[in-house]
Nanobody
Framework: EVQLVESGGGLVQAGGSLRLSCATS????????IGWFRQAPGKEREGVSC????????FYADSVKGRFTISRDNAKNTVYLQMNSLKPEDTAVYYC????????????????WGQGTQVTVSS
C-alpha cells in the first residue's frame, strides 16, 4: 500500500520556522520526484516546491524562493520542507505528492498524495 504521511505542521508566529516531513512507503522512492503543494481556505491549490529523483534538482514557487528549502533522504524515503521567515500568507494545508514523471509545480501527473498537515502563521 502506498503511503505519504506529512508531519511537522503547527502554529508559528510570523518570522518563525517549521520543518515539514513527508514519510513515504509502498513505492520505489528513489525513482519518484516529490512535490510539496499547499491550499489555503477559499484558494486554489498552489505548487510550492519539488525535488527531482535522479539529480536532486529543486524547484520553487516565486512566493517561497529564498525562504523554503526542499531536500530528500533516500535512505529514509523521506522528503523535507524547511520553511523559514514564515508569513501569514503561508498559512495553508501542505501536501506532499509523488510523480512518476518530472517535477511540475502545476500539480499534474502526480500519482500519490498525502493527507496534508496544517500550517498556521500568526501575525
Amino acid at each position: 500500500e502506498v503511503q505519504l504521511v506529512e508531519s511537522g505542521g503547527g502554529l508559528v508566529q510570523a518570522g518563525g520556522s517549521l520543518r515539514l516531513s513527508c514519510a513515504t512507503s509502498g513505492f520505489t522512492f528513489d525513482d519518484y520526484p516529490i512535490g510539496w503543494f499547499r491550499q489555503a481556505p477559499g484558494k486554489e491549490r498552489e505548487g510550492v516546491s519539488c525535488i527531482s529523483s535522479s539529480d536532486g534538482n529543486t524547484f520553487y514557487a516565486d512566493s517561497v524562493k529564498g525562504r523554503f528549502t526542499i531536500s530528500r533522504d533516500n535512505a529514509k524515503n523521506t522528503v523535507y520542507l524547511q520553511m523559514n521567515s514564515l508569513k501569514p500568507e503561508d498559512t495553508a494545508v501542505y501536501y506532499c505528492a509523488a510523480t512518476a514523471f518530472y517535477c511540475d509545480l502545476r500539480g499534474y501527473e502526480y500519482d500519490y498524495w498525502g493527507q496534508g498537515t496544517q500550517v498556521t502563521v500568526s501575525s
